[in-house]
């Protein structure tokens, strides 16, 4: 037997097509695809190419394999797949075929390179270590091929990233380019992740590919998809059990990195939830993620916290009333609430840039969000001795901005793409609003509103994607006209202009004392509407 292997290709290698070692019974392919290693069947000719995968699922019937993964062991469904470390069975990795080049060796390195040195601060949720390992096994275990999949996808549709070459010099590429390559390796990992059964026995892998892929969606900006991947991961991390605590206490080697994706998970839903009017799938039923003595890893934790600090206030009550109609709450829970953001994060931030940027911008909009249901509650007075509960506390959230922004570089908020960009933009929509409907005196050499909303203009129309994904421009300076309000506040005539024709449109207004959900804000319309007929725009009273 032994002499005969060394002669020829085994049964099922001949079968498959492949390359068999020989040196050994069973030989190497064998034993990755579990298969039997015989040498019964007569040397036959080669015949046409079909598919592997095809060929693998016919040896295994004919040998009568049991092939169905193993079932739950505990009550939160974790099983021998449950740690990152275990996935090396080749019964847990079925053989599915796989667009060739799609994920070319300078991409992945390109992107996994990017990952820690950028967005790691903020997600800490893989071990490079070990990342490096799952690069190497790609090419035989399925869950290692779907994970780097869904991470180069979200990378590679950041607004700074480029592949690096073997010249390290960088691939640039359009962003038309950029986004089809994004939506290619998207649908290539949705496509291979859903050849085996991942949804009934899902393991941490599992609940981190669903979440890159929500983020690479986000970044694509397909809003729904993004959520439906956020909450598939949260669904599964559940299933895990990631939100008992009980089941951090087995010595699990994936126990930290588990703590972390489930409050990176409750940040990322909770931010999605509070900009869309969602409800929230996950609450804070677990301990914050614990210190460690890499310097690095500490600080990314410190970071990760910090953030949860800011979105643990606003809690499980305020996205009730935030997802009503329902007028609720009181002048002084909501003062309240402003007053824990104001002091949530410490005055000096021991972290990178790009980490302290997404810290203050965050903290400001969740200002603002709260301040929003203030207005949407009848909350607000103009004679109030609260600076919170003013009309014009936006333009104090907005002054703060200008001072964060003037000192960051803008790098470290590109680096976040579009989600950082958006609360920006949700920001200056606000105090364009404020400005719209609030009368504001400002000395004639002092800094006020205006010179905010300029600042703001020249930020988000210099970040990469920002003026050309939010149509920013149309809105400001449409604002820099004077804007007459009704006597009931709801209405606004807009009249475009064009050299054909003059068109009188009424839009309904987001005022003091209705619910922001209801109504939009005027100056979405403004966006809408001008970045669609490129018309030249000016406010005038009377409804």
Request: proline share 5%.
């Amino acid at each position: 037997m032994s002499s005969s292997s060394t002669k020829r290709a085994c049964d099922a290698c001949h079968r498959r097509k492949v390359r068999c070692n020989g040196s050994s019974n069973p030989c190497h392919n064998c034993t990755q695809a579990s298969l039997a290693c015989t040498f019964n069947k007569p040397p036959q000719k080669k015949g046409p190419k079909g598919s592997r995968a095809k060929v693998i699922s016919e040896l295994r019937k004919t040998q009568e394999h049991d092939l169905t993964r193993p079932s739950s062991s505990s009550k939160h469904g974790s099983d021998s797949r449950d740690s990152l470390d275990s996935l090396d069975s080749p019964l847990a990795s079925p053989v599915v075929t796989r667009t060739p080049s799609l994920l070319p060796a300078d991409t992945i390195q390109s992107c996994v390179l990017y990952f820690f040195e950028n967005f790691y601060p903020t997600m800490p949720i893989l071990d490079q270590g070990r990342t490096e390992q799952t690069v190497k096994e790609i090419d035989t275990r399925t869950e290692a091929y779907c994970l780097i999949g869904s991470l180069c996808s979200f990378v590679i549709i950041q607004p700074d990233f480029h592949v690096q070459t073997a010249g390290d010099r960088p691939r640039t590429a359009s962003i038309q380019r950029v986004v089809a390559q994004c939506l290619r390796l998207v649908e290539e990992t949705l496509r291979v992740w859903n050849s085996y059964d991942h949804k009934d026995t899902p393991t941490l892998t599992d609940v981190l590919i669903a979440f890159f892929l929500s983020a690479a969606y986000f970044g694509l900006e397909k809003a729904n998809a993004a959520w439906i991947h956020l909450r598939e991961a949260i669904t599964l991390a559940q299933l895990l059990g990631m939100h008992d605590e009980a089941t951090y206490q087995r010595g699990d080697v994936d126990a930290d990195i588990r703590r972390r994706l489930f409050w990176l998970l409750y940040i990322s839903e909770r931010g999605y939830a509070l900009h869309k009017h969602r409800p929230l799938a996950l609450h804070a039923t677990i301990e914050y993620p614990i210190l460690t003595e890499d310097p690095t890893d500490a600080i990314a934790i410190t970071g990760l916290i910090c953030l949860c600090n800011l979105f643990r206030i606003i809690d499980d009550t305020f996205s009730r009333v935030w997802n009503t109609a329902r007028s609720e709450c009181s002048s002084i829970w909501l003062s309240n609430l402003q007053r824990q953001l104001e002091e949530a994060l410490p005055e000096e931030l021991n972290c990178p840039e790009a980490q302290e940027a997404d810290l203050r911008i965050t903290q400001q909009w969740l200002k603002i969000v709260v301040w929003q249901m203030s207005t949407a509650s009848g909350c607000l007075s103009s004679t109030s001795t609260d600076a919170f509960m003013s009309f014009t506390y936006p333009i104090e959230v907005s002054k703060e901005i200008v001072a964060i922004t003037s000192r960051l570089p803008p790098q470290s908020i590109e680096v976040h793409g579009i989600g950082l960009i958006e609360k920006l933009f949700d920001i200056a929509c606000t105090l364009i609003d404020v400005m719209s409907c609030v009368p504001i005196e400002t000395a004639t050499f002092e800094v006020g509103p205006r010179d905010y909303l300029a600042h703001f203009h020249s930020l988000i129309s210099t970040l990469r994607r920002g003026e050309s994904r939010l149509c920013i421009r149309p809105v400001i300076t449409t604002t820099f006209a004077r804007a007459n309000v009704d006597s009931g506040g709801r209405f606004i005539v807009v009249k475009l202009k064009s050299l054909q024709q003059s068109t009188h449109i009424v839009l309904h207004t987001a005022v003091f004392g209705t619910p922001s959900h209801v109504v939009e804000r005027v100056s979405y319309y403004f966006t809408c509407f001008f970045a669609s007929t490129g018309h030249e725009s000016s406010r005038e009273s009377g409804v």
